[in-house]
């Protein structure tokens, strides 16, 4: 069974951190490009990082950079965003989804239709 799943959510005041953990399940997420995105109410969903996985590539929304970083675990199937400064419009559900690296393109990383799959999500909320 295909599944992915986040974790490391919560409440945190501006400035803090968080370490949101994407576990893949049932398949091998070392053949899969791996985004995260967020969603606050009333938004579109955006995406807010990806791992090609193929070579290595790493990208960011402009909003981001600088403070979040992404890596991946293949040993342990999971894909990581660590999430350092944060600030109150960081507020979102955080979700991460994938496509298979054939069907990775740079250009398009942030597009949410491009991903077959999708976890949950966890909620992030960055409030004093």
């Known amino acids: 069974q295909v599944q992915l799943v986040e974790s490391g959510g919560g409440l945190v005041q501006p400035g803090g951190s968080l370490r949101l953990s994407c576990k893949a399940s049932?398949?091998?997420?070392?053949?899969?490009?791996v985004g995260w995105f967020r969603q606050a109410p009333g938004k579109e969903r955006e995406g807010v990082s990806c791992t090609s996985g193929s070579d290595g590539s790493t990208y960011y929304a402009d909003s981001v950079a600088g403070r979040f970083a992404i890596s991946r675990d293949n040993a342990k199937n999971t894909v990581t965003l660590q999430m350092n400064s944060l600030k109150p419009e960081d507020t979102a559900v955080y979700y991460c989804?994938?496509?298979?690296?054939?069907?990775?393109?740079?250009?398009?990383?942030?597009?949410?239709?491009?991903?077959?799959?999708w976890g949950l999500g966890t909620q992030v909320t960055v409030s004093s």
């Open positions: 989804a994938i496509v298979p690296r054939l069907r990775f393109s740079r250009s398009t990383w942030r597009s949410a239709g491009r991903y077959d799959y």
């Open positions: 049932g398949f091998t997420l070392d053949y899969y490009a």
